[in-house]
């Protein structure tokens, strides 16, 4: 099977012909039907964090069960599902206490050393998987807990995206960040991940949403998915000033989703008093994000968010309904759909800040 491959950090994607091998107990083999491509992985092709190569990257993926392994139960051939990266043991102290985003426990969910690796190159070599899921591939071999089962009338090319993109972004207002209703909200960042929380936002009844972007029809998307105010970051001198001067003295919740050590402080910045800024983006793990010390004082909180602080196998089937019921705009985000061999194409178009979501089809 075909898949993209990270070979070397930094890197582009090398599209590659795959042994994939026969699901194992707990496995599910998926014959991809759609995927999304998250900033993330761009991350690592540039070597911002470091990764086993080499790699098939791609990590928000969407299919349909093509065979179980030994011990599956929850899912069978021919149904559609979503995966997810969060994938739980549902035996660890973080999965027990309600938090499977957050479980340590990835050993039992993974093939152990001495089996052989799920994905190989013809002459033997192992291959790893993006996330333990490798989505940018005709073919996932995944644990049966990295996968949800979803209506089959959803569209799997629009699923994938609640596999990471919507459920991190909408998850982040709705679960992590709890944005009550009346809420004044400011996203920096209207890639796939800002509009999701934007639109997080939106539907937990946030009063005013300001987006903050540098890229005019991010902008005009982060309108159609529920922003009440936009700022281009290019057009004022001082972001954090602008955001204070429409809100009259600073938001309640700030979202950084982007990544940057210089919008996650803004994040934190532009909060009013009591406030709490909510970091989804990925910030190099060399640098410092930093605070005046004063500011916790008057209470205000920075927090980070791991993948929207979801419980997706009940999380994504909800907002399945919230898109086929017309509340949860994912036509809209999808800027272009192509074929895996133009994945790097995809990610060039991202490095410019030109498009919202790419998506490959199978
Ligand atoms: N926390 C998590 O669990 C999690 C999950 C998925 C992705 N992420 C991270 O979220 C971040 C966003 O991902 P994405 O796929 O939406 O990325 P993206 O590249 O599609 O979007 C980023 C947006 O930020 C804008 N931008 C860049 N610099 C800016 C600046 N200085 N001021 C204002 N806007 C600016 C760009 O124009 C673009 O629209 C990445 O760091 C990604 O790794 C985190
Ligand atoms: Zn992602
Ligand atoms: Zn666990």
Redesign the pocket.
């Known amino acids: 099977m075909k898949a993209a491959v990270l070979c070397e950090q930094p890197g582009d994607l090398v599209i590659e012909e795959l042994v994939i091998d026969k699901p194992g107990p707990q496995e599910v083999l998926i014959q991809t039907v759609g995927a999304g ?4 992985d ?2 690592f092709m540039e070597g911002l964090f470091r990764t086993k190569l080499p790699s098939v990257m791609g990590h928000e993926s969407a299919g349909i069960v093509e065979a179980v392994g030994a011990d599956v139960s929850y899912v069978k051939p021919g149904d559609p599902v979503v995966a997810c990266l969060s994938i739980f043991c549902g035996q660890c102290r973080q999965c027990l206490s309600g938090n499977p985003h957050r479980c340590t426990n990835g050993r039992a969910t993974s093939r152990s050393r001495d089996d052989s690796s799920r994905l190989q190159r013809e002459d033997g070599t192992p291959v790893d998987q993006m996330a333990r899921l490798g989505g940018f591939a005709e073919e996932m071999l995944v644990h049966q807990n990295g996968v949800v089962k979803v209506t089959p009338d959803m569209p799997l090319e629009k699923a994938c995206l609640i596999g ?2 919507v459920t ?2 909408f998850g ?1 207002a709705v679960r992590t960040a709890a944005v009550p209703v009346g809420a004044t909200v400011c996203v ?8 999701s929380a934007i639109q997080g936002a939106r539907v937990a009844g946030a009063g005013r949403i300001i987006a ?4 005019i029809e ?1 902008l005009e998307t982060a309108r159609v998915m529920g922003a009440t105010d936009t700022i281009n ?1 290019n057009d004022v001198e001082n ?1 954090v000033e602008a955001v204070k001067e429409l809100t009259g003295g600073g938001v309640e919740y700030s979202f950084e ?4 050590k ?2 996650a402080e803004q994040a934190f910045e532009m909060l009013e008093i009591g406030g709490t800024a909510t ?5 190099p793990s060399s640098t410092k994000v930093e605070i005046r010390g004063i500011d916790l004082l008057s209470e205000k909180k920075l927090q ?5 602080s979801n419980q997706f196998r009940t999380d994504i089937p909800q907002m399945i309904d919230l898109y086929l019921n017309g509340r949860l705009l994912l036509d809209e985000m999808v800027s272009a759909t192509i074929s895996l061999d133009q994945v790097n194409e995809g990610y060039n178009w ?1 490095r410019e ?1 030109t ?3 790419t998506v490959i089809t199978f």
């Open positions: 491509l998250c900033h993330s761009l991350h990471c993109g991190t972004g982040a920096i960042g209207c890639g796939g991940i800002g509009l903050v972007d540098m890229n991010s970051a972001v989703a982007i990544g940057l210089k919008t970091v989804i983006g990925m910030v980070g968010s791991m993948m929207g991202m800040g498009v919202a979501r």
